[in-house]
Nanobody, 123 residues
């Protein structure tokens, strides 16, 4: 079993930066892909970014690359998501997820999910 807990959400102003973190526990993650997704009110969940735990290869939604950075901390078993130049349209609940696949961008490829953390960006 895998447990994922997100933290770091909050209310910020447009142009600010925010750092989310995903704490992972449970079974080993050496072969997993860790991902971040988000869901805005009235919209479908969308892929944000992912990182291979083993290789550190990263993957981003095309529209977010350059503003968001995903990384991993092996010692702490955490997956931070650094978000810069935030915009009101970044307002959403952000979810951390884990997949046993080497590369995964679709939500259905992730069997493990956290509860989510709210990010609100005011204009």
């Amino acid at each position: 079993q895998v447990q994922l807990v997100e933290s770091g959400g909050g209310l910020v102003q447009a142009g600010d930066s925010l750092r989310l973190s995903c704490a992972a526990s449970g079974r080993t993650f050496s072969s997993h892909t860790m991902g971040w997704f988000r869901q805005a009110p009235g919209k479908e969940r969308e892929f944000v970014a992912a990182i291979s735990w083993r290789t550190s290869n990263t993957y981003y939604a095309d529209s977010l690359q350059g503003r968001f950075t995903i990384s991993r901390d092996n010692a702490k078993n955490t997956v931070p998501l650094h978000m810069n130049s935030l915009k009101p349209e970044d307002t959403a609940v952000y979810y951390c997820a884990a997949s046993p696949l080497t590369v995964a961008r679709a939500g259905h490829q992730y069997p493990y999910w956290g509860q989510g953390t709210q990010v609100t960006v005011s204009s």
